[in-house]
């Protein structure tokens, strides 16, 4: 089955730098590639999503890029704010089958003020 | 958007006892819905599938006779943990996925039992 690893584990980095999470996948046949933020005692929320015939996909301060032939895909977020600090999680996912969302281990960020 | 209402967001039961959750779609029809565990500063655990109207398929490891999934209609499935004990204290989270590729998540529920 898909296994999805995620890193690094904790990230902290200063308020308007760039954060970067990356993550690889097992699956070939895995499709469809999301990002979630969680915060304390919340579920998670979709904040961006790629799907495998795109290489690159963006919406405002946040991107995502996926290299399909490497099976791995990466978040940017840019101009970082104190209100991006949460965990994130990536999944991955095949549209048809069993749909399972397999997640990733998570990374906690943090903004430094 | 897509909107899944997960109820009750906390709950406290003593041990043996058994306890409901309710996860509904309020805005779409969902297919397909997934129950998550997680554990304090872990990620999600998918549990089980359900699809509406068929038994639910579970992970391996995780008990069906524990962990009763109904998914009886297109907005509403339902994780019923059977006598519970202290181990099973966890944040459950499930998830609906309609005719399109996207998953929405439930607000989570805080499961304690004492």
């Known amino acids: 089955g898909e296994n999805v690893e995620q890193h690094p584990s904790t990230l902290s980095v200063q308020e308007g730098d760039s954060a970067v999470i990356k993550c690889t996948y097992s699956d070939s046949a895995s499709n469809y590639f999301p990002w979630y933020k969680q915060e304390l005692g919340k579920g998670p929320q979709l904040i961006i999503d790629i799907r495998s015939n795109v290489g690159e996909k963006k919406d405002q301060r946040i991107a995502v890029t996926l290299n399909k032939t490497a099976k791995h895909f990466s978040l940017h977020i840019t101009e970082t704010q104190p209100e991006d600090s949460a965990v994130y999680f990536c999944a991955a996912s095949r549209a048809q089958g069993a749909q399972k969302l397999v997640f990733g281990q998570g990374t906690r960020l943090t903004i430094n003020p | 958007g897509a909107v899944v209402s997960q109820h009750p967001s906390r709950v406290i039961c003593k041990s043996g006892t058994s306890v409901k959750i309710e996860c509904r779609s309020l805005?779409?029809?969902?297919?397909?819905m997934f129950w998550y565990r997680q554990f304090p500063k872990q990620s999600l655990m998918l549990m089980a599938t359900s699809n509406e109207g068929s038994k639910a398929t579970y992970e391996q490891g995780v008990e069906k006779d524990k962990f009763l999934i109904n998914h009886a209609s297109l907005t509403l499935s339902t994780l019923t943990v059977a006598s519970a004990h202290p181990e099973d204290s966890s944040f459950y989270i499930c998830s609906a996925r309609g005719t399109g590729n996207g998953y929405t998540f439930g607000s989570g529920t805080r499961l304690t039992v004492v």
């Open positions: 805005d779409f029809q969902a297919t397909t």
